[in-house]
């Protein structure tokens, strides 16, 4: 592994990028994702925003895995495999589409450690999402940094979900929708295209569905249930992952006290693929 003093002079690095919200991208997300397309000047739903602000890297500055090479904005960790394990978000103000909005990123923590199936990288990130000098999103991402797997280990049995939904809703994980989103997010991590590397190399059974893609479900599944209230707060964590071509189902459970919607993606197994809360003003 990298050596602790060698990455941890990233911390506190920043980087500031600038996007219009321009409504033609925004309108084949909606596509994407079956929903009505947005005009300028209407409200981006939450967690749309990730289809912007994304690094484009020639391929000659591509990683193994296809994300950009460590050692720019993110650290030079000494691990193979990347996942996008979880975060958290506060609403403040929509982002509208058709403004030109300022992300201002910056590495805020770097955990190294040993976890139950070798060394682990944690790398929090935190977003703001400007329109002018009005903050309209905090967020936090959780980039986990791993070793390869071990083809004699057997794969993780996953946590059990609650047994107590008042919502479901089934989710089709088909190639076409993954590869839409990819390209929509410019993301260019092989485990979602590249059966042959995600099998072979990164010791999946299939093409791994997008853990953002999860808790943009997930998010609007808060959303709609949220009423005449809107979002303050979105909290998710991956705990197992999901595959292409392998339906799978959304909950959520709406608390008595009607601020808060318990939310979580199960396998087709009926484990706990990712858990999240929503807070509602």
Not at 97 to 122: A, H, P, Y
Request: proline share 10%; glycine share 8%.
């Amino acid at each position: 592994m990298t050596q602790p003093d060698e990455i941890a002079r990233w911390v506190g690095k920043t980087r500031s990028t600038n996007q219009t919200i321009d409504p033609r991208h925004a309108g084949l997300l909606a596509v994407t994702l079956n929903a009505t397309p947005p005009e300028a000047g209407q409200n981006l739903p939450p967690c749309w925003q990730w289809a912007w602000f994304n690094d484009a890297v020639p391929s000659g500055g591509l990683g193994r895995d296809g994300h950009p090479e460590k050692g720019g904005f993110l650290p030079p960790v000494n691990l193979p495999r990347r996942m996008w394990a979880g975060g958290e978000m506060e609403f403040h103000a929509p982002l509208e589409i058709g403004r030109n909005i300022t992300k201002r990123s910056v590495i805020e923590k770097i955990d190294e450690k040993q976890g139950k199936t070798g060394k682990l990288c944690i790398v929090t990130v935190g977003h703001d999402y400007f329109d002018g000098e009005k903050l309209c999103i905090r967020e936090k991402q959780n980039l986990v940094y791993r070793e390869d797997p071990d083809p004699a280990s057997p794969a993780p049995t996953p946590p059990e979900p609650p047994m107590d939904a008042t919502h479901s809703r089934q989710v089709e994980p088909d190639p076409v929708l993954m590869f839409r989103y990819s390209a929509l997010t410019f993301n260019g991590h092989r485990i979602h295209y590249d059966a042959d590397y995600a099998r072979d190399v990164e010791g999946y059974p299939g093409l791994v569905f997008h853990a953002p893609l999860t808790a943009t479900l997930l998010c609007t599944l808060a959303a709609d249930l949220a009423a005449d209230r809107t979002l303050a707060r979105f909290r998710y964590r991956a705990t197992s992952p999901l595959f292409s071509g392998t339906p799978f189902a959304i909950r959520a459970r709406q608390e008595e006290n009607g601020e808060e919607i318990a939310l979580w993606a199960e396998t087709p197994g009926g484990g706990m693929a990712m858990q999240a809360s929503a807070i509602l003003t």
